[in-house]
């Protein structure tokens, strides 16, 4: 079979070469440095516009020279391995543009998404709700996403306007954290803030890692109670369980069937319950109910845990 004549074409050869390039079928959640690395070995990279389409699994990358471009396409469409990010084949076409002009933002053109880097501290130092907490104090957050790349430990928050997320980065940009809303090992945790390039974040799940605010239909994920904090050791040394305000909720000696509805009932009598998810997960069934602090979560898990739903039903 010749180069490109597969069920779905990597290159197109009838497009004019272009030292811009489209790459396509990326991992909805692929970073800047992943198509850096792809496409770095074949020239220098002056742009790139990653994670646009309608599934946000498109970019495009620039090259200095066309020549480069061009090396890469024919490197893959005669090589027996296909282009692949994260071990998933992408598709590489030449693009109609000749340059990408439509910039990412410098940082100074005011957008409703911030790019918080959090400086001094590691992934799991700083949780969501920590962040949350100081970026509300502006305006309703919609959305959270946290993540590491080189820059160090970043954070996106999604106002509903640029005005408000411009009050939030002018008191904001260069302090620190609240020392009382930080873990007892962080010295120095100072706030570096510009603008996004983003408009709308795209959430696909409530988990540590992101939250949509706007969505309380979002999945839960289960990473949501499995962040990466430092354990705590109670006086005797042993362990005592990470305190979070999601609970997994183990429901046994079922004779009734269980629905979320149920849930909410029962667990709704101690604060706001704002998710529930329900699961099967080694035979049984779990659930996860997030209230909105740790809290209201610890009360409700002191008062529920081992007792009945109903009489002779099944226990939570």
């Not at 790459?23 to 770095?40: F, G, K, Q, T």
């Not at 296909?82 to 084949?89: E, F, H, I, L, S």
Request: with cysteine.
């Amino acid at each position: 079979m010749a180069p490109g004549q597969g069920t779905q074409q990597q290159f197109r050869y009838t497009q004019t070469p272009s030292k811009v390039l489209h790459v396509r079928n990326l991992p909805w959640d692929s970073a800047e440095e992943e198509l850096v690395a792809l496409c770095r070995p074949f020239g220098k990279i002056v742009n790139t516009m990653c994670n646009v389409g309608a599934n946000k699994n498109q970019a495009f990358v620039e090259f200095a020279d066309l020549n480069q471009a061009i090396s890469m396409v024919s490197y893959y469409a005669s090589s027996s391995e296909p282009a692949q990010v994260r071990g998933k084949t992408v598709y590489i076409q030449y693009s109609n543009r000749q340059e990408i002009t439509n910039n990412k933002s410098t940082g100074d053109v005011p957008g409703n998404v911030l790019l918080v880097t959090i400086e001094g501290v590691e992934s799991g130092d700083v949780s969501i709700d920590v962040i949350h907490l100081v970026f509300s104090a502006f305006g309703f957050v919609h959305k959270i996403a946290t993540f590491e790349k080189s820059a160090g430990f970043q954070a996106l928050i999604q106002y509903t306007d640029a005005e408000t997320a411009a009050s939030a980065r002018n008191a904001l940009d260069g302090r620190s954290i609240p020392r009382y809303l930080l873990l007892e090992h962080i010295t120095t945790c100072h706030l570096r803030i510009t603008y996004s390039a983003h408009t709308d974040l795209s959430i696909k799940f409530q988990s540590h890692r992101s939250r949509d605010y706007t969505n309380p239909f979002l999945p839960v994920n289960p990473s949501a109670i499995e962040g990466s904090v430092q354990p705590l050791l109670g006086p005797d040394g042993v362990k005592k369980e990470t305190e979070s305000n999601v609970l997994l909720a183990s429901i046994e000696n079922m004779q009734y069937a269980v629905t979320v509805d149920v849930l909410h009932t029962v667990f709704s009598t101690f604060g706001t319950v704002q998710k529930i998810a329900i699961f099967e997960k080694n035979g049984g069934m779990q659930a996860l109910i997030q209230y909105p602090d740790v809290t209201t979560a610890s009360i409700a898990k002191e008062a529920l845990e081992g007792h009945c739903i109903y009489d002779g039903g099944y226990c939570a």
